[in-house]
């Protein structure tokens, strides 16, 4: 099975043969993103869950864009952050439900006892890119607060 990377540059080699614009700038924004990262860890190569991280800032990048062009009033930008949303979506790992989220939680607690960064780092670990870290934090507030 081909890594992220090799599939990230499989995609971008048949969106530029097919003249796919967007998704070959999306794919190309990956590819440098995932390159300032290698250099910057000294590195030739950058393991699945790093490239998975990498495109799940990019997501968050685009929702924060989305949500900015929406206040904003500017449609096209709208279009174009969903669209380039879509495909970003296609790199990472299914997102856990609330009900996979709420266990995790629940098993850090056993392990970690009540330490809400504790809690976070456990959870965050083995989510792995699928799930988001408001989502996690916003569940583990709400446990603590509803006591052990």
Same mark, same amino acid.
């Given at each position: 099975?081909?890594?992220l990377?090799?599939r990230?540059?499989t995609?971008?080699k048949t969106?530029?043969? %097919?003249?796919? $614009? =967007? $998704?070959?700038?999306?794919v #190309?924004?990956?590819k440098? +993103?995932?390159q #300032? ?5 000294r590195?030739d190569? =950058?393991t699945? @869950? ?5 495109? +799940?800032q990019? !997501?968050?990048? #685009?929702h924060?864009?989305l /949500?900015a !062009?929406e206040?904003a009033? $500017?449609?096209?930008?709208?279009d174009? /952050?969903?669209?380039? =949303?879509?495909m970003?979506q296609e790199?990472l @790992? /299914?997102?856990l439900? @609330?009900?996979a989220?709420?266990a995790?939680?629940e098993?850090?607690?056993?392990e970690?006892?009540?330490?809400q960064?504790?809690?976070m780092k456990?959870?965050?670990a083995?989510? !792995?890119?699928? %799930? ?6 916003q569940m583990?507030?709400e446990r603590?607060? %509803?006591? !052990?």
């Amino acid at each position: 099975m081909p890594t992220l990377t090799e599939r990230l540059d499989t995609d971008y080699k048949t969106a530029l043969k %097919a003249g796919q $614009r =967007l $998704r070959v700038d999306t794919v #190309r924004m990956i590819k440098a +993103s995932i390159q #300032r990262v290698a250099m910057e860890k000294r590195k030739d190569t =950058l393991t699945d @869950p790093e490239v998975v991280q990498i495109v +799940s800032q990019q !997501a968050k990048q #685009r929702h924060e864009t989305l /949500a900015a !062009a929406e206040k904003a009033g $500017r449609q096209d930008m709208v279009d174009q /952050a969903k669209a380039e =949303l879509a495909m970003l979506q296609e790199y990472l @790992p /299914a997102q856990l439900t @609330p009900d996979a989220i709420k266990a995790l939680v629940e098993e850090a607690i056993k392990e970690v006892g009540l330490n809400q960064g504790l809690i976070m780092k456990a959870v965050m670990a083995k989510t !792995a890119g699928a %799930a988001d870290g408001k989502v996690v934090s916003q569940m583990v507030a709400e446990r603590l607060k %509803a006591g !052990a």
